[in-house]
């Protein structure tokens, strides 16, 4: 219970990363805040958080690309619950596989309003709130900020911004006693892998080769990265600010 009676922000917490945040927070007898576009994905994980308890969790309709919509759903949390300890800046989407050539300007903009200005506006809308309680902030950014991927130089530098804004940000935010830090997955068992699996000719042995990345011989599991999310925004991490995590299960070793 080492979240008891807390308030969480979790954006794109209703599946993947986001809905593993979600669940162990709420295990931790915190109160979860479920930010996402999909209605019945996001009410049904609330519905069953809140029959499982001990925490309880409440849906927020928004799309983190418009940030009024954000600021927005962060207010109503607070009216709600009366407090903010943790926002979770998870929510993001991942392009195809495109050359810098094929990707037009306008698809950049996008995607960095998506995956990178959602960060910057939920941490700006959450502040407020955050210097009350001296909480903490999670960006969910990858390791491919840090390692790069073919194909997703857009996607890639929108993950880099979230890493430099973190550290940052908790600069900044030192001194009024609220850390900021971020969490860099690589290949994680989410149905968005198994759709794109499912895109190819032979979807198991796609799935076998990114596990095979990790020396585990496994993907993570969304539960370890909302382990990971918890140890960063409780007292168990208090003297860890900026740092830009790699929750990677040894994928970037002996190359």
């Not at 669940?23 to 109160?31: D, K, L, P, Q």
């Not at 994905?41 to 519905?47: C, K």
């Not at 954000?70 to 709600?80: G, N």
């Not at 190819?200 to 990114?210: F, G």
Request: hydrophobic share 40%; proline share 3%.
């Amino acid at each position: 219970m080492r979240f008891r009676d807390r308030v969480v922000i979790v954006t794109g917490g209703s599946k993947g990363i986001g809905e593993g945040c979600s669940r162990v927070f709420c295990a931790e007898g915190g109160h979860v805040a479920i930010l996402a576009r999909g209605i019945q994905a996001g009410q049904a994980l609330a519905r069953e958080l809140n029959e499982a308890g001990p925490g309880k969790a409440m849906f927020v309709q928004c799309d983190v690309g418009e940030h009024e919509q954000l600021r927005s759903a962060i207010e109503v949390v607070v009216e709600q619950y009366g407090r903010l300890d943790c926002i979770i800046n998870n929510a993001g989407v991942h392009p195809p596989a495109m050359s810098l050539e094929e990707t037009s300007i306008e698809e950049m903009e996008q995607l960095m309003r998506v995956n990178f200005l959602s960060t910057f506006a939920g941490a700006k809308y959450a502040l407020p709130h955050l210097r009350k309680t001296k909480g903490t902030i999670v960006n969910m950014s990858s390791i491919t900020a840090v390692l790069g991927q073919h194909h997703s130089t857009a996607y890639c530098s929108t993950k880099g911004a979230q890493v430099s804004f973190t550290k940052s940000l908790a600069i900044e935010l030192g001194e009024a006693g609220i850390r900021v830090n971020a969490i860099l997955p690589s290949n994680i068992d989410t149905p968005l892998m198994h759709d794109w699996a499912a895109t190819l000719p032979d979807p198991q042995t796609a799935l076998k080769r990114v596990a095979d990345l990790q020396v585990f011989k496994r993907m993570g599991t969304i539960e370890e990265m909302g382990k990971l999310a918890l140890f960063l925004a409780t007292e168990d991490s208090s003297f860890i600010t900026g740092q830009a995590i790699e929750a990677e299960g040894g994928a970037s070793l002996d190359y």
